[in-house]
């Protein structure tokens, strides 16, 4: 397992940050702008984890995991949005979302929830 986390993100200086914060810790970051760029990223570009925003222009990033549901991808998924209601999270789980965290959060539990992951597959 290449430890390659994709952050799927609309706002630049968010997705700096995620890059940042995450190659700190030790992982392979690729970025995307939204949703129809990371199914491109996709085609030639493997990732273990996705950390996608819900609402991002051209493709949201419930369109994003319903493309890949779709197409039968294992890709763990943490949505992370600052518009969660309890509808949207229900919305987002049924859409194929691993994991779902409202903004503002603690880039911490983002990190733990990353570590998490890959802990319970290292030895797949």
């Known amino acids: 397992m290449s430890n390659t986390v994709m952050v799927v993100e609309d706002d630049p200086a968010t997705r700096r940050l995620y890059r940042f ?12 702008e939204d949703g129809i760029a990371a199914l491109e990223r996709l085609a030639t570009q493997s990732c273990d984890v996705i ?33 969660g209601t309890p509808e949207t999270e229900k ?10 965290i409202t903004k503002p959060f603690d880039f911490e539990e983002l990190e ?10 290292e030895s797949n």
Not at 71 to 76: G, Y
Not at 112 to 121: D, E, G, I, L, P
């Open 21 to 32: 914060l995450l190659s700190n810790s030790g992982y392979v970051v690729v970025e995307a």
């Open 91 to 100: 919305h987002a789980f049924r859409a194929g979302v691993n994991e779902y």
């Open 51 to 83: 950390i996608t925003d819900m609402n991002m222009p051209r493709m949201s990033g419930i369109d994003l995991v319903r493309t890949l549901r779709q197409n039968n991808s294992p890709i763990h998924v943490i949505m992370v949005t600052a518009f």
């Open 112 to 121: 733990r929830r990353v570590q998490a992951y890959f802990a319970r597959h």
